[in-house]
């Protein structure tokens, strides 16, 4: 038997055996199982094992951290020698729910929906930076910017423009596609509804903001409704994703099959469409304006108290996968504003998760399991992937999370004062700088040195006294000498 599977086996026998497995699947970095009795797992040992770089419970999953790459081969040996069922994420999703709260579920909800339209928002943000560095003078020529001297640039520059803008320019037709997708309807129908939501004969959403008089209106039977369109906005969208997966599950359960093709996508399209331009649209993009607005108002009345409460309870939020809620947000802003402001102010917990497992790592004498985990976490959240460091390190620990949650408090702060923008939610880690505007590289820099100071400082600081600490862990430690 090679190492791997006796790995895998000894996994198997640690979280309760095969017969304790009900389904597993994976992520990019863990095992997700769901366990008949999670009392029947041995955390000790199941982390004595070297493919093991952490465990958790969360939402009915219990999860084991086993890292990028490595997991997918963990993955097919534990399905094969425990004869579990293949399910996917979603499927895992949907049998975990039932343990969720009203909130989880709903947070649940978002995060399904936006994440998979994640990979374009990421190559925008990223390609829009790059545009910017290209654009914008000073950066490597005094006055002047990398188009102004190198003209033969010119063409390259437009075409990445012009990437970088469809995935904002369509954001309706994204959201609406994985929106329709996710409560039960179809995805292509949901991308109609989406271009309908952003048709050239409709006003351009922020040309109505500046001059909403001169907007063409509809006629219905007495009514004038407003042709305005929905550029960059999120809310408006799901709502009227919502509907029309709900009209069009309840329209295939009445009309006969062999009507279905015919009745069902026009009916449903007319439907929402009518109520969207009536009521969902206006209703609910006035409620996203004041979401916006209101953040905004927070960061001009209290930039660093603003700041410093969101990078506070930014790690704990990670842990319950609350933090989705503000990815919503912030493609909001970035929709109608242009830029974003609290997904580069949150980029501190990155940084912050690698540089305490960093720290750990140094701390740590005398368990090499331990030490190999942190250097590995360190690398991963570095990359944009905080979860080993989370879990395998600084959760473990419990002081190194305290550090995180106020080295980033202050980072942000500082972040939110300078008032630092991005183009769009970016890659995390170490390159997520290439999101942010050029002008706020300087503010962005220092306000990321001052939160891996601080965060190595405490760190350090807690790791000499008994306040913040797991006295398991210490102990578990204190054995492997």
Same mark, same amino acid.
């Given at each position: 038997?090679s190492?791997?599977n006796?790995?895998v ?20 970095t ?7 009795n ?9 982390e004595?094992?070297?493919?093991v ?15 990028p790459?490595?997991?997918?081969k ?12 293949e ?13 969720k709260?009203v ?5 649940r ?18 390609l ?16 002047k ?29 994204l ?29 351009n ?16 039977f ?22 029309l ?12 099959? *062999?009507l279905? #093709?015919? /009745?069902?996508?026009?009916?449903? !399209?007319? +439907? %929402?469409?009518? &109520?969207?331009?009536? =009521? ?6 006035t ?59 949150g ?14 790592f ?5 368990n090499?399991?331990?030490? *190999?985990?942190? #250097?590995? /976490?360190?690398?991963?959240?570095? !990359?944009? +992937? %905080?979860?080993? &460091?989370?879990?395998? =390190? ?23 004062f300078?008032?630092?923008k ?11 700088f ?9 503010s ?10 601080i ?14 600490k797991?006295?398991e ?9």
């Open positions: 038997m190492k791997l006796e790995n086996s000894s996994i198997i026998e640690n979280v309760g055996g095969a017969e304790n497995v009900v389904t597993a699947t994976h992520c990019v863990r095992l997700r199982l769901v366990l008949d999670e009392e029947l797992v041995d955390v000790k040992k199941l004595e094992n070297e493919l770089k952490g465990t958790f419970s969360a939402s009915g999953q219990f999860q084991v951290i086993i890292g790459g490595l997991v997918e963990v993955y097919a040996e534990f399905v094969k020698q425990t004869g579990t069922e399910v996917s994420s979603e499927e895992l999703r949907e049998i975990t729910s039932k343990k709260n909130i989880q579920r709903g947070v909800v978002l995060a399904d929906i936006f994440i998979p339209i994640l990979p374009a928002i990421v190559a925008a943000g990223l829009m930076g790059l545009n910017n560095v290209l654009a914008n003078p000073g950066i490597f020529y005094e006055g910017s990398v188009l102004d001297v190198h003209a033969e640039w010119s063409g390259f520059a437009g075409i990445i423009n012009l990437i970088s803008n469809t995935a904002f320019t369509f954001l309706p037709a959201i609406a596609f994985s929106a329709a997708k996710k409560f039960g309807g179809n995805p292509v129908l949901g991308i109609v509804l989406g271009l309908i939501m952003v048709h050239p004969e409709l006003m959403a922020y040309a109505f903001a500046s001059d909403p008089g001169s907007v063409e209106k509809w006629n219905l007495g009514f004038e409704i407003a042709k305005v369109g929905y550029q960059g906005q999120v809310i408006p969208v799901l709502f009227a994703a919502y509907l997966a709900t009209l069009e599950k309840s329209l295939r359960r009445i009309i006969p099959e *062999s279905q #093709l015919l /009745a069902v996508a026009p009916i449903a !399209l007319i +439907i %929402t469409g009518i &109520a969207t331009f009536t =009521v969902i649209g206006p209703v609910t993009m409620g996203a304006n004041w979401i916006t607005d209101g953040i905004l108002y927070l960061f001009d009345v209290s930039p660093v108290l603003a700041g410093a409460v969101y990078g506070l309870i930014s790690p704990p939020l990670v842990i319950t996968g609350m933090h989705h809620l503000f990815l919503g947000v912030n493609l909001q802003m970035a929709g109608s504003l242009g830029y974003v402001t609290l997904w580069p102010i980029e501190t917990v990155t940084l912050a998760q690698g540089i305490a497992a960093l720290t750990m140094f701390l740590i004498k005398n090499k399991k331990l030490k *190999s985990v942190s #250097l590995s /976490a360190t690398v991963s959240a570095w !990359l944009g +992937i %905080t979860e080993p &460091a989370i879990y395998g =390190v600084n959760l473990r620990f419990r002081y190194p999370f305290i550090a995180v949650m106020i080295g980033s408090a202050i980072g942000s702060a500082y972040l939110a300078m008032d630092v991005a183009t769009s939610v970016g890659v995390g880690g170490m390159l997520s290439l999101s942010v505007f050029p002008e706020h590289w300087g962005y820099f220092t306000g990321m040195a001052i939160t891996a100071v965060t190595v400082g405490l760190t350090l600081l807690f790791s000499k006294g008994k306040m913040f797991s006295k862990v210490e102990t578990e430690v204190k054995e492997a000498a």
